[in-house]
């Protein structure tokens, strides 16, 4: 059985090593930068599940007052198919809720339908949106 509780700045090397395993990871995209602006946040919404002592697995929510966001969701690939991924979603949609959150969202790469469909099983839809960005700091 796995537990989740919310990141502890001692978990810092082994988030960022599961974020590789999983390939979260992108050059431009500093995953310590990120922890640490997440940390800096004090929003209780970044999660760890621990099994036997080891982080099998992150989520990183979000709340700008308006909609929550989902972010480095990730399972070890070994605990994959458990029943990991699942409950951080669900204690992170308990965490807005009880925020005032309205509505959860997330973004996913079009050819990833492994994901796509795990979202679909726990009740999310494709919104019909275009997602653009901006940088605006360079890491």
């Given at each position: ?40 946040q ?89 997602c ?8």
């Open positions: 059985m796995f537990m989740i509780r919310q990141f502890q700045e001692t978990d810092l090397e082994d988030v960022i090593a599961l974020w590789e395993v999983c390939d979260l990871s992108r050059p431009w995209n500093n995953p310590e930068i990120d922890i640490f602006r997440k940390v800096a004090k929003d209780q919404l970044f999660l760890v599940a621990i099994k036997d002592d080891e982080l099998i697995a992150t989520v990183m929510g979000g709340y700008d007052g308006h909609r929550g966001w989902v972010n480095y969701l990730a399972v070890h690939p070994h605990q994959q198919r458990n029943g990991v991924a699942t409950a951080l979603i669900q204690q992170l949609e308990k965490r807005l809720t009880a925020l005032g959150c309205p509505k959860l969202q997330l973004l996913i790469h079009k050819d990833n339908i492994d994901v796509q469909n795990f979202y679909e099983q726990l009740g999310y839809e494709e919104v019909e949106v275009i653009f960005g901006k940088r605006l700091i360079q890491d």
